[in-house]
Each structure stands twice: as structure tokens, then as C-alpha cells.
């Protein structure tokens, strides 16, 4: 099933989300229609929150960037119940955007390392430490199950030039190839 993507200025994306167990009704059913509107949309990550679920998951496949940085053609995955252990190393600065922030994308600043625990598929407990574009995406989902959004991370100056673009995506006032669900259409 496909999800319309909740848009900017929903509540549910500024709530934290909240941890899920292994037996949460249909689990599975709803990684997997994850990766399908996240496929249907285009994206390289899809957080449960941008489906209208506050809860800690998030999925990732980052194959449409192994042209940029080999190594993701097979970067498939789902992240249940993550806990960012730590963010490391040089920040860089990477052009973000979001399926929530439709035709919006910033430079945004982030360490280019991270450790990271959650819960795969299997519900087996990983840890694990990853760098370049996987770290960015993880980075930019997990914000996601924080209520953080990469606008948030912009300079406060450029978060004002973007205002009305935001007041306008909250309202509906954007058009996507993909359904969305906006909090303040009439
Ligand atoms: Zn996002």
C-alpha cells in the first residue's frame, strides 16, 4: 500500500517518535509499504512519521547515489529502533531535501561519521559505524523520529528566506509527481 506523504507543518513530524516491539500489529506490513512509497516517490529514505506513524523506523535504499559513491548499489535497509550512539569526524556540507519539503533543498552541515544501534529486520541488535552518504541519509532519517527537520539545521537566516515557501508546501501550494497529505488544505 501506498502512503501519502505527510507535508511540512503536520504535528506529527515535530514529535518525538515512539519505540515499537517486536510485535507491533503488523510490522512488517508496514516496512514494507515503507519502501514502497518511499520507491513510488523517488526518495533514498522514508521515515515512519512522513507516513503518518510516530513511530522509531526508518528505511533507506541508497542505490540511486552509487553513481556518486560506489559502494551503495546494495544499501537496502530498515532501522528499527535507532539510537544514535555517536556523530564524529569533519562536518561537511551536503544538499539535502526532503519528501515532506517538497522542491526545497539546502546545504546543510553534519559530521560526516556515525555509530549507530537499532534493531534490523530480524529484530537482531546491530551496532554499526558508517561514513559518507550512508552516515548523511541515516543522519537526515533519524532527525526524522526526533521531530528534526534539515530546515532546522540551516542557517537562521536562510530558514526566514524560506518561510513562505514553507507556509505555502503546509498549505498544499506545491505540486509533486507523488500523493501527499497536507495539515492545512481547506
Ligand atoms: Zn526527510
Request: hydrophobic share 35%.
Amino acid at each position: 500500500m501506498i502512503y501519502p506523504i505527510v507535508a511540512y507543518g503536520d504535528p506529527i513530524l515535530r514529535k518525538m517518535a515512539e519505540e515499537v516491539d517486536e510485535n507491533h500489529p503488523d510490522l512488517q506490513k508496514i516496512i514494507d509499504d515503507m519502501f514502497e512509497t518511499m520507491y513510488k516517490s523517488s526518495g533514498v529514505g522514508l521515515a515512519a512519521p512522513q507516513i503518518g506513524k510516530s513511530i522509531r523506523i526508518f528505511v533507506i535504499d541508497a542505490e540511486p547515489f552509487a553513481e556518486d559513491e560506489p559502494g551503495l548499489e546494495d544499501f537496502k535497509k530498515v532501522f528499527i529502533n535507532p539510537i544514535m550512539i555517536e556523530e564524529f569526524d569533519d562536518k561537511w556540507s551536503f544538499n539535502e531535501g526532503c519528501l515532506s519539503i517538497p522542491k526545497v533543498r539546502e546545504d546543510v552541515e553534519r559530521h560526516s561519521k556515525i555509530t549507530i544501534e537499532y534493531y534490523n529486520e530480524n529484530f537482531e541488535l546491530v551496532e554499526e559505524t558508517y561514513g559518507g552518504l550512508a552516515a548523511r541519509i541515516i543522519q537526515h532519517e533519524y532527525d526524522h523520529l526526533e521531530g528534526v527537520l534539515f530546515v532546522d539545521r540551516i542557517p537562521p537566516l536562510k530558514k526566514k528566506m524560506l518561510e513562505s515557501k514553507l507556509r505555502d508546501i503546509s498549505r498544499g501550494l506545491v505540486k509533486t509527481d507523488y500523493k501527499m497529505k497536507f495539515p492545512k488544505r481547506k
